[in-house]
């Protein structure tokens, strides 16, 4: 399977996710679904008493610590000059937190009426900290796949990843500044983002990639000069690794 079939099928994905987020927001404006909405998250507000363990998720799902996170990992990525990946990272989380901006802007739904725990301002569907938090983890996540040869590991990391978003979710509803369903809308609209993102870099990659191959092969069949896989910088490499099965 190579990269052009891969990206293809994360804008289908990417599709049904963007679907699955307007049939949430549709659930919000349903008086039955936001009745079970609005008791679940009562029933979920504080519950257990782990204040301190949930406040600090949800600082790890917050842009104050995203932008830091990312400014290191953008020096190592440029350090080893892969420049495709650093705008990709980049303009994920960038695009996301604008698209949350926006999307809210739509919907305008209330915040829960609960005593907040945390600061929270700004409408409430879908939730920021959700929908940031997937597609900045869920990148994460997509660069131990591509990255990390070692099985164990890779599984390891990936899995951590996706369970910290989930508890990043739960500690929104826990601290009542938002609904259940307002965390499923921002996971499922934060993946859709990802995947669209993540579809199009693998088809600049698999693109250039290609034309490397060409500019080798030309020269070879000229008689002129080549260097062999030295000449695949990491984006190249990069490409190849997410081709595989």
Same mark, same amino acid.
């Given at each position: 399977?190579?990269?052009?079939?891969?990206?293809?099928?994360?804008?289908?994905?990417?599709?049904?996710?963007?679907?699955?987020?307007?049939?949430?927001?549709? @659930?919000?404006?349903?008086?039955?679904?936001?009745?079970?909405? !609005?008791?679940?998250?009562?029933?979920?507000?504080?519950?257990?008493?782990?204040?301190?363990?949930?406040?600090?998720?949800?600082?790890?799902?917050?842009?104050?610590?995203?932008?830091?996170?990312?400014?290191?990992?953008?020096?190592?990525?440029?350090?080893? !000059?892969?420049?495709? =990946?650093?705008?990709?990272?980049?303009?994920?989380?960038?695009?996301?937190?604008?698209?949350?901006?926006?999307?809210?802007?739509?919907?305008?739904? %209330? !915040?829960?009426?609960? %005593?907040?725990?945390?600061?929270?301002?700004?409408?409430?569907?879908?939730? /920021?900290?959700?929908?940031?938090?997937?597609?900045?983890?869920?990148?994460?996540?997509?660069?131990?796949?591509?990255?990390?040869?070692?099985?164990?590991?890779?599984?390891? @990391?990936?899995? /951590?990843?996706?369970?910290?978003?989930?508890?990043?979710? =739960?500690?929104?509803?826990? @601290?009542?500044?938002?609904?259940? =369903?307002?965390?499923? /809308? /921002?996971?499922?609209?934060?993946?859709?983002?990802?995947?669209?993102?993540?579809?199009?870099?693998?088809?600049?990659?698999?693109?250039?990639?290609?034309?490397?191959?060409?500019?080798?092969?030309?020269?070879?069949?000229?008689?002129?000069?080549?260097?062999?896989?030295?000449?695949?910088?990491?984006?190249?490499?990069?490409?190849?690794?997410?081709?595989?099965?």
């Amino acid at each position: 399977m190579n990269s052009y079939i891969k990206s293809n099928a994360m804008f289908k994905v990417s599709g049904i996710l963007f679907f699955l987020f307007l049939l949430v927001a549709l @659930l919000t404006n349903i008086e039955a679904t936001e009745s079970w909405d !609005r008791m679940i998250g009562e029933s979920l507000y504080r519950i257990g008493e782990m204040d301190g363990f949930y406040i600090f998720l949800s600082y790890i799902g917050s842009r104050r610590f995203f932008y830091p996170a990312l400014v290191v990992m953008t020096l190592f990525i440029l350090f080893k !000059r892969n420049w495709y =990946l650093a705008l990709f990272l980049w303009a994920n989380l960038v695009g996301v937190r604008l698209l949350n901006t926006f999307v809210k802007t739509i919907f305008s739904r %209330d !915040r829960p009426s609960l %005593d907040h725990v945390v600061d929270a301002g700004f409408y409430s569907y879908p939730s /920021g900290h959700s929908m940031n938090s997937m597609a900045f983890f869920g990148a994460i996540a997509f660069l131990c796949y591509i990255k990390i040869k070692q099985t164990w590991l890779r599984n390891i @990391l990936m899995t /951590g990843c996706f369970v910290l978003i989930g508890l990043i979710g =739960l500690s929104r509803v826990y @601290l009542g500044v938002h609904y259940p =369903l307002d965390v499923l /809308g /921002g996971f499922s609209m934060g993946a859709s983002w990802l995947l669209f993102l993540t579809g199009i870099y693998l088809k600049v990659v698999h693109n250039k990639k290609t034309i490397m191959k060409t500019s080798v092969t030309r020269k070879k069949e000229e008689g002129g000069p080549h260097r062999g896989d030295e000449d695949f910088s990491d984006e190249e490499k990069e490409g190849e690794t997410s081709s595989s099965p």
